[in-house]
C-alpha cells in the first residue's frame, strides 16, 4: 500500500522524508515525490519507479532549506503508476499540496461536481479530486482546518492524507479513515506517517489516530480535532519498544530471510509469561473477560487465514469447541447468521487489512464479541477488537508473511489450551508434553535452521525450473501445504497449489508429470500410511517428489528432506520455515524481489 511521512521541526525536511520513505519502501510501490513551502512558494519533486528516481531530481537549491514538508510512496490503485499520477497532487492554484493513502470511493461523483465549479484535474487519481476539494473548502471557510473537515464531511471511502499549504509554511494537516496514519511527537518536531519505521530514528513517543480524527501540527505543538464538529480530541503519548537496528535487516540479505530466522526468538516472546509452569495454566488475560465460546468463527486474509485454518484442528482436538474458517472478502458480503455464544476471531498481521477490518466492523454492528490477533499495536483491528492478543512478533517488513504466521500459531495453540482447561477438558499430560516440548523447540530450531537453509537451497537449484508445483499435506499439515504454495508463489512467481493429500485422486492427479513436481509433508503421524500411498500414485505417473519428513520414514522419493522431530502438533514449527526457506531460495536462485514482490503489498488496505 501507499507509505505517507510529513515533518515539521528543526532539521532540513528533505533528507527525512526521503529515509522515512526507504523505509516505508517495504509496503509496496510503483512512484514516489514529496513537496515542501519555500520562499512562499509550493516545491513539487515526483517520479514513477523507486526512490533513487525521485533522489535524482531533488538538484535545486532550495531543497535543503525547508524544515517542513510531506512524502509519499504510491502502489497504484486508480490510474497508471507514472509521473503525472505520482503525490503529492496540488489544487490548479498550487497553494495546497496532498498525499493519501486509501480509495475515495466517490470521487467520481464529486469530481464531477468540482469540474462544475470551474476545478482543472491533471491526473486520473481520485487524491486529486479530496485536494480540490479541500482548496475549495479554503475559499469557502478561509481555514485549513475548516476546510479539512467540510471536505471529508462529503467524501466516502478511505483515506490517510498529510497536507500543507503554501500560506502556513511549518504546518501541516492530517487525517484518517480507514487507513494507519500515526503520529510521531520529537523535540523541536513532529511528524506524520503510515508505519512507526518511518520516525523511529528521530521517536520513541507515539500517538495513534483513530478514524476521523484530524491532526494539526508545527514543530513545536500538535493538536487533535474531530472531523466534523472539530471538537478537541484529548490523545495520549505511547512509547513505542522497537529499537531502528530491529526495523533493519540486521545483516540477513533480505528481510523475509532475517524473519525466517527470527521465529525461535518470536516462540520464546510468545511463550514469555504465557505459561504457569507449576500449575501448568496457560495465561491469556487479554480474553479473561471473554466467556468461553460455544463455536468460533475465524475470519482473515492469505497466510493468515491459513493459520486460522491450522487453528481448527487445535481448538477442536484440545478443547472441543467447533471452528469455521472464513476469507475475510468473502465473509464480508454475506448474510450474517447470528448464533449465541459465538466468539469471532480475527487474524492479521498488519492489523489493517481492509476485507478482516471490513468483516470485524460488520460483526460489531451486529453486536457479537471479536477477538483480534494481531502483529501491530495500535492497528485499527487492534483497537476496533473488544478483546485483543497482540502477537509479539517485533516489525515484519518483508511482503511474504514469515515469523507473524509463527507466533500467530503460537498463540492459537495456547488459546486451544486456555478454552480446553476452562472447559475442564485439558489432560495434565497433554499440558506437559506441550509445554517441556515448546520450551526446547526455539534452541533446536536456533540449531538446525541453517542447516534447513542449506537444504532448501540445494533442492531449488533441482526444482526452480518447474512450470508448476503441488504442496500436499493431510489433517493440521493441509493448511500448512497451501501456505507452502502461497509462499513459493508470491515470491517466485512460480505457480503452486496447496492440497489435501486425500484429494489428488479426485482430479489433480491428472495434471501429475515430471514438470510438475510435488512437494509433500509427510511425518511420522497417525496419517503417514495415507500420504505414503498417494506418493505411490504420484511416482505412478511420473511426478518427481521431495518428502519432507522425519528419520526413518522409510520413504523411497526423489528428494527426501529431513527435519527435526517432537511432540505431536508442534512439529508444525520445523515444517513451517522449511516451506519458506524452500520459497526463500527458490526466489533468491531466480533473482525475484523477494521482500518486495511484483503486484503485492504488504498490508492489504484497499480492497
Ligand atoms: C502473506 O505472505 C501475504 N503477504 C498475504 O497473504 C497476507 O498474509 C494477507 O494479505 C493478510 O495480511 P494480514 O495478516 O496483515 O491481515
Known sequence: MCGIIAYTGHRPAVPVLIEGLKSLEYRGYDSAGLA????????????????EALEAKLDSGHVLHATSGIGHTRWATHGLPNEVNAHPHLDINAHIALVHNGIIENFQELKTMLVDCGCIFRSETDTEVLVCLVSQGVKKTGSVREAISWALNLVE?????????????????????????????????????????????????????????????????????????????????????????????????????????????????CLAGRIERRTGNVLLPEVANLSVPKRLHIIACGTSYHAGLWTKYLMESFARIPVDVEIASEFRYKPLVPEKDKVYLTISQSGETAD????????????????????????????????VILTQAGPEISVASTKAMCSQLVLTFLLSLYWARHKNLLD???????????????????????AMSETAASLCRIYSSARSFFFLGRGLYYPLALEGALKLKEISYIHAEGYAAGELKHGPIALIDPDFPTLAIALADPLFRKIKSNLKEIQARKGRIIALTQ?????????????????????????????????????????????????????????
Open 157 to 269: 471511502g478511505s483515506y490517510a492524507f498529510a497536507l500543507i499549504s503554501r500560506d502556513h509554511p511549518g504546518t501541516i494537516w492530517a487525517a484518517r479513515h480507514a487507513s494507519p496514519l500515526i503520529l510521531g511527537h520529537g523535540t523541536g518536531e513532529n511528524f506524520v506517517a503510515s508505519d512507526i519505521p518511518a520516525f523511529l530514528p528521530f521517536t520513541r513517543e507515539v500517538i495513534f489516530l483513530e478514524d476521523n480524527e484530524l491532526v494539526e501540527m508545527n514543530s513545536e505543538k500538535w493538536a487533535v480535532f474531530e472531523v466534523g464538529t472539530l471538537k478537541p480530541v484529548s490523545k495520549s503519548i505511547q512509547t513505542v519498544s522497537w529499537d531502528v537496528q530491529a526495523a533493519r535487516k540486521g545483516g540477513y540479505k533480505h528481510f523475509m530471510l532475517k524473519e525466517i530466522f527470527e521465529q525461535p526468538q518470536v516462540i520464546r516472546n
Open 356 to 387: 478482516t477490518l471490513a468483516a470485524l466492523s460488520l460483526i460489531k454492528e451486529q453486536g457479537f464479541p471479536v477477538l483480534g490477533l494481531c502483529n501491530v499495536a495500535g492497528s485499527s483491528i487492534a483497537r476496533e477488537s473488544d478483546h
Open 36 to 51: 515542501f513551502v519555500h520562499m512562499n512558494r509550493l516545491h513539487l519533486f515526483r517520479a514513477s519507479g523507486k526512490l
Open 428 to 450: 495434565p499430560q497433554i499440558v506437559d508434553r506441550a509445554v517441556n516440548s515448546f520450551d526446547a523447540l526455539p534452541d533446536i530450531l536456533d540449531q538446525k535452521l541453517p
Open 551 to 607: 528419520e526413518g520414514s522409510g520413504l523411497t522419493v526423489d528428494n527426501e528432506w529431513v527435519i527435526p522431530q517432537t511432540w505431536g502438533p508442534l512439529n508444525t514449527f520445523f515444517v513451517l520455515p522449511a516451506l519458506q526457506l524452500f520459497a526463500y531460495e527458490t526466489a533468491v536462485y531466480l533473482g525475484k524481489d523477494v521482500d518486495q514482490p511484483r503486484n503485492l503489498a504488504k498490508s492489504v488496505t484497499v480492497e
